[in-house]
């Protein structure tokens, strides 16, 4: 049976075992679509990223959830790259990275940050009816509507869409408790991953916003802490006008009310940029079953 090197690592972290953890498969050249699905199954993590050579870029990412492959993932491809340089097999500087949603561009710093520009952004104001929202949710309507005159619900994306749904104090989105088959007909409705729910009303004095990110929809009932939901958050965010002059970076907690804490940087300007470190808990190796095979991934 062939064996593959797997990780498990920590995106957004300083430390293990918190921010989000992402699978790695950094040697995945010949691997199918179905052996990449059950590894991602097998490993459990909310992404995990597969390494591929590329045409048109640096490398090669594919991402799966533990359900389906995803376009793009921020803290897949932050927790890659940061193994690829600790492992000695990329340098820092600037690199490209070809996805689903087209080459994009990441930069690893001396420190071990890693920097993801994302997509071009879109931003679409919709009108979900704060009844509705809040039901799916499991938050008082009130915390939803109270805030929506000057931070109105809308679908953002950098390129994977994510319904973005403001609420007033941490309090209520910390007591979130949410209907997954609610909240997945509501991102299914808007084409959207999942549900992007923040409050400027933040833990550290020094972040800009707390959120909570929901996507049962792709088999994530909670992710951690979202780098592709935080660009769209930061666009969304400079399209509503939310600040007089906009940061030139922002920082992003999340992850808290699962124990993982984690923060996300953000920058806005020409591009959007989302970046963070990483720190590997996990290094292993997996039994891959023969492709023909439809057996789940042998630990």
Known sequence: ????????????AAEPLAGNAAGVVPA???????????????LAASETAFV??????DRRLRYFSPSQEVDL???????????????GAVDPGEHTVETNVGVLDVEIERDGAVWMTQGTPRVERVDVGYERLGDALGID??????????APTAVATTGLPFLIVPVNFLENLGAADPDSDAVAALAAEHDAAGVYA?????LDAESTLHARAFAPGLGIPEDPVTGTA???CGAYLREIGAFDDLPEEMVFEQGHYLDRPGRVRVRVGADV????????????????PPDEEDDIVEA
Do not use: N, Y
């Open 73 to 87: 993932c921020g803290h897949a491809t932050i927790a890659a790259h940061a193994h690829l340089r600790e492992d």
């Open 273 to 288: 940029r989302v970046g963070g470190r990483a720190v590997t808990s996990l290094d292993g190796r997996l039994t891959v």
């Open 28 to 42: 995945a050249a010949d691997l199918s679509t179905d052996q990449m699905r059950a590894i991602a199954r097998e």
């Open 1 to 12: 049976m062939d064996t593959r090197r797997a990780l498990l690592v920590d995106a957004f």
């Open 52 to 57: 591929l050579p590329s045409g048109s870029a």
């Open 141 to 150: 309507p009130a915390a939803l509507s109270d805030v929506g005159a000057d």
């Open 230 to 232: 935080a660009g769209a």
């Open 198 to 202: 923040f409050t400027f009303d933040a």
